[in-house]
T-cell receptor, first 113, second 113 residues
Framework: SQQGEEDPQALSIQEGENATMNCSYK?????LQWYRQNSGRGLVHLIL?????REKHSGRLRVTLDTSKKSSSLLITASRAADTASYFC?????????????FGAGTRLAVHP | KAGVTQTPRYLIKTRGQQVTLSCSPI?????VSWYQQTPGQGLQFLFE???????NKGNFPGRFSGRQFSNSRSEMNVSTLELGDSALYLC????????????FGPGTRLTVT
């Protein structure tokens, strides 16, 4: 089952433009993470935002979290061709006495030179 | 530090066979989680091992099993392979595990014919 759902499913932009991806989730969370995956490879952790935080920055990345709406957004500013990848949000899910990560379906971002 | 390594990177098997995949976590990490990624189902959590004990499990049949050794290296085994088991299998390591930041390996691409 998927906790987080990203939209859009796919996004195509030109280099230099900003890219915004959204993630909605269903149940209460302790934290939300964003990961990037280049085609057919492993995921790379981008940023973690805790439930008591509203915004976090890392380089060209800005993540917001609205727990009242159960949603998060990832903004990539001044995009580059190298940002072409799939982006996934992941939320924590408690079961069996331990937390685990549940990933959304992802947004495929294509940045054209 | 060396990253997470997975072997083999590619594998082709026939229906009914069994397969064993290996994952070496980042040095010092005690948790290894396994995920299955397919175009249809996305990234799905298989199980997590922490200090040689399975402490969380996803909704997969008993054909999927795993173990962790005292050096934190982990293996997962799939018996009686089915066509639907064709996927990218990813392992991820972290110090505390659970829903904390995870470091992913490059994955093993399994094709079942």
């Amino acid at each position: 089952s998927q906790q987080g759902e990203e939209d859009p499913q796919a996004l195509s932009i030109q280099e230099g433009e900003n890219a915004t991806m959204n993630c909605s989730y269903k149940t209460s969370i302790n934290n939300l993470q964003w990961y990037r995956q280049n085609s057919g490879r492993g995921l790379v952790h981008l940023i973690l935002i805790r439930s008591n935080e509203r915004e976090k920055h890392s380089g060209r990345l800005r993540v917001t979290l609205d727990t009242s709406k159960k949603s998060s957004s990832l903004l990539i500013t001044a995009s580059r061709a190298a940002d072409t990848a799939s982006y996934f949000c992941a939320t924590d899910s408690f079961s069996g006495g331990y937390n685990k990560l549940i990933f959304g379906a992802g947004t495929r971002l294509a940045v054209h030179p | 530090k060396a990253g997470v390594t997975q072997t083999p990177r590619y594998l082709i098997k026939t229906r009914g066979q069994q397969v064993t995949l290996s994952c070496s976590p980042i040095s010092g990490h005690r948790s290894v989680s396994w995920y299955q990624q397919t175009p249809g189902q996305g990234l799905q959590f298989l199980f997590e091992y922490f200090s040689e004990t399975q402490r969380n499990k996803g909704n997969f049949p008993g054909r999927f099993s795993g173990r962790q050794f005292s050096n934190s290296r982990s293996e997962m085994n799939v018996s009686t392979l089915e066509l639907g088991d064709s996927a990218l299998y990813l392992c991820a390591s972290s110090f505390e595990g659970g829903a904390n930041e995870q470091y992913f390996g490059p994955g093993t691409r399994l094709t079942v014919t």
